[in-house]
């Protein structure tokens, strides 16, 4: 069946990854690489950064859980600096290519957030806080896992994404940086796009759709 919709993450994909910003915090820190993506690698669907962008717990929570489940992996790290880290820098080029693909196709966003700085981002300052809104403005509609007290990779989210979009997942394209998040929407049929780096997942998208962004 053709694609009549873009599914999109947003941080990670519009953004620059937080990864960036853990790998930069770690080196500051002298943490072990890749130690906070560990902290919340560990029991994904139930750990301290899982109930928070389920809206499960408070950021006074969320600091004592990833305190603890740090420290237990050997280095505390504070639940608090970790949340500035989210927000990143909004990819200029992608947001061309979501204007570009609106003329054609339905598109809507899917995100893991937390109620926690501005905005559905948690953008840290005012500026960052609207400019995103200025991207988040061009969807269809927005599905912000802390609203609806579920997140990716639960596959219901992705069925809520599929009820509004009145379409089966076959006829939706799904870009998200974390594979864990692709797995179930590709098990429900929809075509899915890992997003490691933004002129890859760009090029990607345009063989998916036949476009040459």
């Known amino acids: 069946m053709s694609i009549r919709a873009v599914l999109w993450d ?8 937080p990864f960036e910003a853990f790998n930069r915090y770690e080196a500051e820190r002298g943490l072990p690489r890749d130690f906070i993506r560990g902290v919340n690698a560990r029991t994904p669907l139930t750990n301290a950064w899982a109930r928070f962008e389920s809206s499960q717990s408070t950021v006074e929570e969320f600091d004592r859980e990833f305190a603890a489940e740090s420290r237990a992996l050997g280095h505390e790290v504070a639940g608090r600096e970790i949340l500035p880290l989210v927000a990143g820098a909004v990819r200029p080029r992608m947001v061309e290519v ?20 501005e905005g559905p981002t948690m953008a840290t300052s005012h500026e960052r806080a609207s400019e995103v809104l200025e991207v988040m403005a061009l969807f269809d509609f927005v599905i912000e896992s802390s609203k609806h007290g579920i997140r990716k990779p639960n596959p219901r989210i992705y069925e809520i994404a599929c009820e509004r979009l009145e379409m089966p997942p076959t006829e939706i394209v799904f870009l998200d940086d974390l594979g864990i998040n692709l797995k179930p929407a590709k098990e429900m049929g929809m075509t899915t796009i890992k ?10 998208l345009g063989r998916v759709l036949g476009i040459a962004f």
């Open 10 to 17: 947003f941080g990670g994909v519009f953004t620059t990854s």
């Open 98 to 117: 979501l204007k570009r693909c609106k003329a054609r196709y339905r598109c809507a966003c899917i995100t893991n957030n937390m109620k926690a700085g």
């Open 195 to 204: 997003v490691v780096s933004e002129a890859q997942a760009i090029a990607d």
